[in-house]
């Protein structure tokens, strides 16, 4: 981070590979990702960080399942992962939320960390508030804050790839979001009701509450018609990728312009971010209809989502993106953990706190498990925020 505010300058240029910012409907200019929608060596670097090692983790943990060679895998080791990724990408992933303002813009630090702080010190205690007074909905919400913050990941990632082209309008996006942030969130309901009821009501019996009045949540009936719907929107959702559109007044492309611009034509397009949509989410769907749900999410949440914030994170810092568009991927992100060590240590300090003020203290693994899982929605609610006013920031929506 330079303290004459260059890197920032330069991150909010709107432009894209060509350097010339698309017209809007209106006339005016539409940006296209900051981070990495004007150059192209970095955008490659985020694709090829961001996909390839959690595309061939996913891959290799989920091929044994889908094949019939791994049954059953005890729950205990199930949990290692999610235990694993409070110190590995997971927590770290938000420790760094307090610099992203001064990063982003010309705000000073000083400022940046305050307004998070403020952003977390509000946000995250009325949610922690939530889950001593009404659990059962507070558990809820954690899957709804879950879904539209993983989606939100994987949307920029898309972005961030193909410098503002994919998703291709905001619809598009908008629906990338729900199939994206349902694969994890949705799916595993549909394919281990058991195990996904088990979890909740282990979260929701800390605080005293039973997971009973979510029951209709978990019946057949309920699971058909999610299972139903996620198959139609998904497929909606890659055929829109499919198709290109072009304005009728021989301009250019509608997709790389404001969602009102009158079509002119249309036409399929197997393009970069197409493909890479393709991938993930055909992926996504083998590996969360056949790994157990504990051990999938504990695995998809440090190395999939976690890991594609850190390469957005490396990306807008100028020292660590320099070294990941050089090929250095290790001191990007040794930087990166440096920046999230302090925070980190903080957040785990805090769950030990939570430890002793929940009602019914964790006896077991599924019951610490269980308490870790509360202080990441906690920290989700704030960090949600924080990625919203990223994603204005950085033009992704």
Known sequence: MTGDGTGAAAR?????????????AT????????TAGSDPVLRRAIARVGTRPTWAVLAVVALPFALGLVGSVPRRVQYVPLVVSAVLFGMPHGAVDHLVPARLSDVALRRSVGAVVAVYAVLGG????????????????????????????DVYLLSAATGGTYPRSIPHRTTTLVVRGAMPMAVP?????????????????LFGASADPLAAAFAPGTRRVLAAALVGLTAVQLLRGAVRIGRSDGGGDADATADAATPGW????????????????GLLWAYFLTVPPVLAVGLYFPLWHAWRHVVRLVAGDDRAATALRDGRTGRALAKFSTDAAPLTAVSLATCAGLYLLVPDSPGG?????????????????????????????EAVW
Do not use: K
Request: aromatic share 10%.
């Open 12 to 24: 909010s240029t709107p432009g894209s590979a060509t350097g010339d910012a698309p017209e809007s």
């Open 27 to 34: 006339g005016s200019p539409r940006q296209t990702n900051r």
């Open 126 to 153: 009325a949610y922690l508030a939530w889950w001593f007074v009404a659990p059962v909905t507070a558990a809820a919400a954690f899957v709804a804050i879950t879904w539209i913050h993983w989606g939100q990941g």
């Open 189 to 205: 309901l549909v394919a281990f009701p058991g195990e996904y009821r088990r979890v909740v009501a282990d979260l929701v019996g």
């Open 266 to 281: 249309i036409t399929l397009a197997l393009d970069r971010g197409l493909t890479l949509d393709l991938v993930d989410t």
């Open 365 to 393: 693994l599924p019951e610490v498990v269980a308490l870790y899982l509360v202080m990441i929605a906690v920290l989700t609610l704030p960090h949600l925020a924080v990625v919203t006013w990223m994603d204005r920031r």
